[in-house]
Structures are given as structure tokens and as C-alpha cells.
């Protein structure tokens, strides 16, 4: 079956600091990839997404390329703030049924950015 | 975007009793909404799918008579576990997917109920 694995967490940055957070998968046939994040007393926010191999989704300095031949999808920021601190899922998309899309999560990383 | 309210967020509840959770499309309808469950340190896990109008579709492993969902308008999607035990408590988040069932990537999640069973 389809699985994501996520980095554990939780990872713990100083403000500007480069980010990465590991993300591999496991899925038949041709998935989209996504990664939410979950703010504190908040629901889950699409961040960035990947519908194919090679494809770069970005978005509020967060990047992350889908590699077909690694089957992987790191996030990566550049110089994080204090305001980036959540937790991250990693999600991909497998359309095995007529009308919607499964969704398969990782177990999210718990950013924590200190000042 | 699109907003998803769940009620409650949180409760407590004895063992036995029946919870109910609502989950709300507030400025869309949403003929589809989905139901998660997610454990401490684990990951979001694919209940149910609730239809406005039929009955939901339920994952393999998740038994229909203990979380009934009810999808009564466009708007509110309901999921009642029924005689709740201790290991049914939990995390339950909803989403809505916005633009149809097969843009995923417009999929709006809820804030999440934390359900306790004592």
C-alpha cells in the first residue's frame, strides 16, 4: 500500500537558520504530493504541492521537489522565522477510486523556531 | 479560503456514551467531506468519507455501526461515536474538498475535536 515517511521530530531551529525536513514515499502508480502545515489551535493548510515528477511546488519560502527516482519530496526553507513554527505533514495523493482522492499522511514534524 | 469549523473542540465524556462531532462548510457547500482520525505522534488516518445525501463510504477497519456519520445538507457533516471506550479517544479532524471531489489540492481541514473517554 501507500506510505509516507516524514522525519521525527520535534526539530528545533534558531531564527534565519536553513531548514530541511525529509520526506520519502511509497506508492503505486503516478501520486501527487503535498506538504500541510498545522499552526497551534489551528486545521491543516495546503503549504505546497507536486503533481508530477520533476515538478517544484513554493510557497511562502518554503520549496520542495518531487524526485521520482528518489521517491522523495523534502521540504526546504532558506531562513526560517519565528512565525514558521508548526507542525508539517508530508501527504501524497493516490486516485484509486472513481470521485475523490485518498490522501495518505505522514506522521508530521513539529517545527520549533527560536528567536 | 474556504473555512471548515468543527464542534466541539474538544470533550469528555464517560464510557458508554455517544459523542457527536459537526463539521461545517462556512462560506461553501461541500457535497464531500472526509473524516481523519490521528493518534498522538502518528499520522492522519482516512475514516470515512461522508456524501451529502448517501451513505458514507468507510475504510477498510473502521466500523460503521461505532462512528455513524450523517451527511444532511450541503453544509454539516456529523460523526457520532457511538458507546465511546477509552480507546476511542482521540483526535478527529474533517475536510472539504472545494471545486469538486477530484481537486484535492483545494482540500480545506477543519481545527480538529479532541474526544477523551474516561
Known amino acids: 500500500g501507500n506510505s509516507v515517511t516524514q522525519m521525527e521530530g520535534p526539530v528545533t531551529l534558531s531564527e534565519e537558520a536553513f531548514l530541511t525536513i525529509n520526506c520519502t514515499y511509497t506508492?503505486?502508480?503516478?501520486?501527487?504530493l503535498f506538504w500541510y502545515v498545522q499552526y497551534p489551535g489551528e486545521g491543516l493548510q495546503l503549504l505546497l504541492k507536486a503533481t508530477k515528477a520533476d515538478d517544484k511546488g513554493s510557497n511562502k519560502g518554503f520549496e520542495a521537489t518531487y524526485r521520482k527516482e528518489t521517491t522523495s519530496f523534502h521540504l526546504e526553507k532558506g531562513s526560517v522565522q519565528v512565525s514558521d513554527s508548526a507542525v508539517y505533514f508530508c501527504?501524497?495523493?493516490?486516485?484509486?477510486?472513481?470521485?475523490?482522492?485518498?490522501?495518505?499522511f505522514g506522521t508530521g514534524t513539529k517545527l520549533q523556531v527560536i528567536p | 479560503g474556504a473555512v471548515v469549523s468543527q464542534h466541539p473542540s474538544w470533550v469528555i465524556c464517560k464510557s458508554g456514551t455517544s459523542v457527536k462531532i459537526e463539521c461545517r462548510s462556512l462560506d461553501f457547500q461541500a457535497t464531500t467531506m472526509f473524516w481523519y482520525r490521528q493518534f498522538p505522534k502518528q499520522s492522519l488516518m482516512l475514516m470515512a468519507t461522508s456524501n451529502e445525501g448517501s451513505k458514507a463510504t468507510y475504510e477498510q477497519g473502521v466500523e460503521k455501526d461505532k462512528f455513524l456519520i450523517n451527511h444532511a445538507s450541503l453544509t454539516l457533516s456529523t460523526l457520532t461515536v457511538t458507546s465511546a471506550h477509552p480507546e476511542d479517544s482521540s483526535f478527529y479532524i474533517c475536510?472539504?474538498?472545494?471545486?469538486?471531489?477530484?481537486?484535492?489540492?483545494?482540500?480545506?481541514f477543519g481545527p480538529g475535536t479532541r474526544l477523551l473517554v474516561l
Open positions: 501527504a501524497l495523493s493516490d486516485p484509486t477510486r472513481a470521485g475523490y482522492q485518498k490522501v495518505t
Open positions: 475536510s472539504a474538498p472545494v471545486g469538486g471531489r477530484l481537486y484535492l489540492e483545494t482540500q480545506y
Open positions: 506508492a503505486t502508480g503516478y501520486p501527487s
